[in-house]
C-alpha cells in the first residue's frame, strides 16, 4: 500500500515553551483522559432521520462529531508516543470505517454516499494519520482506512464528469472540499507527475473561493469561515509544495490579501466581527496564523485571539495537528486603530475604553443576513450592542424561510425598521455612498428597505475619546413610522439619564418612545438564550435625525 509520508511534525510542540503551548497541551491531555475510556457514539437510523422529520441537525451531528474528537485525539496522543492510545486509535479508525455514511443528513440530498464537505474531511483526516502513524497501527487497520477512503472519496473524485456543487460555489466548501481531495490525492497517488495532474482541477476551484472574498481580501462568511476554509487550502498548498517541489499557481496577490483579514477582524478585549454566520468571541488558529505570516506576511494577531485546544465543536483533525506542527510563539502584531474593508463595506474602530465594527454591504452575501447598517458596540471588553451572528443551523435556516429566523432577519440587528417593515433579501437591497474619514464610518442604507417613500437613510457612527455616537438622518416623501431597533444579549434598564446596558449608557437626543422586551434566540449549538430588544419609535416625515450616544 502506497502512502507519502507526511513531514508534519507535532513533537516540535512540546519544545516550544510558552504559556499558550502549555495551556494546549493541558487541554489536550485533559480531554484525552475524559474520552480515552467512554465508548464510541453509536450512530443510528433514527438519528439520521431526524433532520428529514424535524429539520433538526444537533442529534446526529453531535455524536458524529464525537467520533471525530475521538480521531483527532487518539492520533494526536499516539504521535505525542502515549503507547496505550494506540488500541484506541485503532478502534475509532474501524469505528468510522463502518459508518453507513460519511455525510451529514443535512447535505445529504439524494445521495448519502456523496463527496461533500464531511467526506471529504473525513479522507483526508484518515488518509494523514495512516501516513503519521507509519508503523504503529495494525497493517489490516490501515490498509481498511485508505480503502474506504479509496472507494468513498478519491476514486469517485477522480472519476467523476459532472462538477461537484462545491466545486463553483465560491464559498468556504471550494476550499474545505478541494483541500481535502487535493491532500488526499497527493498521499495516494505514487507517481508524483500523476498526482499533480490529479489535482490540477483544482485550480478554478481555488480560484471560485477566492472570488467569494472582496477585492480586499474580507471574507464576507465571517472570520469562522475564513479560519475553516483558509486552513484547508493553506494545509494542501503547503503539502503540493513538500510533494511536488513547487509551488500550486493561485493568486498569490489575492491570497496574501486574503491571509491579512483576520487581524482586520479583531474588535478589542478578544471580542471579535460576528456578521454573517459569525461568533463575537471568534478564535484563529495558531498554526494557521503562524504558517500566514510566514508565508504571506500577514501581522500574527495578538494572542488573545488565538483558539486553545478545546472549542471545535467538530473536532477537526487538519486544524490541531497542523496547530502543533506550524506554531510558532510571534509576538501578536499592534493592532490598527481603524480597518477598512471597503469592497465588504466593513469597518472597525478601536478605542482605549470603547470600539466598534461596522458593516455596509448587501443583502445578497455567503451566509447572507438581512443586516445591512448592522454594528457592533464594545465597552471594556463588554458586547454592548451586538450581532448575533450564528444561529442554530437547522433545515429552515437554510431554506426560504431563512429570513423568519430571527437573527437572520433585520428584525434580529440593530438597524431601522421602516413603517414596520424589515430589509429585503437580494443583490438590489445594498448599501451605498460608504465613506470612512478618521473614526466616523458612514453610508445610505435605504436601499435594503424598497420602500418607495424612504429617499434616504444616512447611518452615521463616530468614535469618539468618550462615547460612541450613532445619527440616521432620513428623507421621507410622506410621514413614516420609524423604530429603531437595538439588539443586546445584555440586560437592560431604564435610568433617568437613559439606558442602563451592562457598564454603559445609551441616550438619545431627544424624547422617544422606548419598549423594552425580549426575544428568544436559538444559538449557534442549539441553546435557547434570551436577547433583550430596545425600540425607539417616532414618526418622520420629510427630513429628520434620530441620534443616540453611547458612554
Not at 429603531?484 to 435610568?495: M, S
Amino acid at each position: 500500500m502506497y502512502i507519502y509520508e507526511s513531514g508534519l511534525n507535532v513533537k516540535r510542540f512540546l519544545n516550544i515553551k510558552s504559556e499558550y503551548t502549555e495551556n494546549y497541551l493541558r487541554e489536550l491531555y485533559a480531554e484525552y483522559e475524559r474520552l480515552k475510556d467512554a465508548p464510541v457514539p453509536e450512530l443510528t437510523r433514527e438519528d439520521f432521520d431526524e433532520y428529514a422529520l424535524t429539520g433538526r441537525r444537533v442529534g446526529y451531528e453531535k455524536k458524529y462529531f464525537a467520533r471525530r474528537t475521538m480521531l483527532r485525539d487518539f492520533a494526536l496522543m499516539t504521535l505525542l508516543g502515549r503507547g496505550e492510545a494506540v488500541g484506541r486509535l485503532e478502534k475509532i479508525i474501524t469505528a468510522v470505517c463502518a459508518e453507513k455514511t460519511w455525510t451529514l443528513p443535512a447535505h445529504a440530498g439524494e445521495d448519502e454516499n456523496a463527496v461533500d464537505l464531511f467526506a471529504a474531511e473525513t479522507a483526508q483526516s484518515l488518509t494523514e494519520i495512516v501516513s503519521l502513524t507509519r508503523g504503529l497501527l495494525k497493517t489490516a487497520v490501515a490498509e481498511k482506512a485508505i480503502s474506504e477512503v479509496k472507494r468513498r472519496v478519491l476514486t469517485p473524485y477522480l472519476t467523476h464528469r459532472e462538477p461537484y456543487n462545491w466545486e463553483n460555489m465560491r464559498s468556504n466548501w471550494c476550499a474545505v472540499c478541494g483541500g481535502c481531495v487535493g491532500m488526499t490525492a497527493l498521499y495516494l497517488i505514487e507517481n508524483t507527475n500523476d498526482a499533480r495532474e490529479a489535482v490540477s482541477g483544482l485550480v478554478s476551484v481555488f480560484e471560485s473561493y477566492a472570488e467569494s472574498f472582496s477585492d480586499d481580501g474580507a471574507c464576507l462568511e465571517g472570520l469562522y469561515y475564513w479560519g475553516y476554509g483558509m486552513t484547508y487550502l493553506t494545509a494542501f498548498l503547503e503539502l503540493y509544495r513538500e510533494r511536488t517541489g513547487a509551488d500550486f499557481p493561485v493568486n498569490t496577490k489575492k491570497l496574501t490579501k486574503m491571509a491579512a483579514f483576520a487581524g482586520k477582524c479583531a474588535v478589542k478585549d478578544g471580542v471579535t466581527v460576528s456578521f454573517s454566520d459569525d461568533f463575537e468571541r471568534g478564535r484563529i488558529y495558531s498554526g494557521l496564523s503562524s504558517r500566514l505570516t510566514e508565508r504571506f506576511g500577514a501581522l500574527p494577531v495578538p494572542s488573545e485571539y488565538l483558539a486553545s485546544f478545546l472549542g471545535d465543536e467538530c473536532g477537526r483533525w487538519c486544524r490541531a495537528v497542523r496547530d502543533m506542527a506550524w506554531y510558532n510563539a510571534y509576538e501578536g502584531g499592534e493592532t490598527e486603530a481603524v480597518s477598512v474593508m471597503s469592497g465588504a463595506q466593513w469597518a472597525v474602530m478601536r478605542g482605549n475604553t470603547l470600539s466598534l465594527a461596522f458593516k455596509g454591504g448587501t443583502n445578497d452575501e455567503p451566509h447572507n443576513h438581512n443586516d445591512i447598517g448592522s454594528f457592533t458596540v464594545v465597552k471594556n471588553g463588554d458586547v454592548i450592542l451586538c450581532d448575533l451572528g450564528a444561529g442554530e443551523y437547522t433545515r429552515e435556516y437554510f431554506s426560504d424561510d431563512r429570513y423568519g429566523v430571527f437573527c437572520c432577519s433585520s428584525f434580529g440587528h440593530s438597524v431601522p425598521i421602516v413603517d414596520g417593515a424589515p430589509q429585503l433579501a437580494g443583490a438590489e437591497y445594498a448599501a451605498k455612498d460608504f465613506m470612512v474619514i478618521d473614526k466616523t464610518v458612514s453610508a445610505d442604507i435605504s436601499g435594503a428597505y424598497g420602500i418607495h417613500a424612504l429617499k434616504k437613510c444616512v447611518r452615521t457612527l463616530t468614535l469618539n475619546e468618550n462615547d460612541i455616537r450613532i445619527t440616521d438622518k432620513f428623507t421621507m416623501d410622506e410621514s413614516v413610522k420609524i423604530m429603531e431597533r437595538f439588539i443586546t444579549r445584555l440586560d437592560a434598564r431604564k435610568t433617568a439619564d437613559g439606558i442602563g446596558v451592562g457598564g454603559a449608557l445609551i441616550k438619545t437626543d431627544g424624547a422617544y418612545d422606548v419598549k423594552i422586551s425580549h426575544v428568544k434566540h436559538a444559538e449557534h449549538n442549539g441553546k435557547e438564550t434570551k436577547v433583550t430588544v430596545i425600540d425607539f419609535t417616532f414618526e418622520v416625515s420629510g427630513k429628520s435625525a434620530f441620534t443616540l450616544t453611547i458612554e
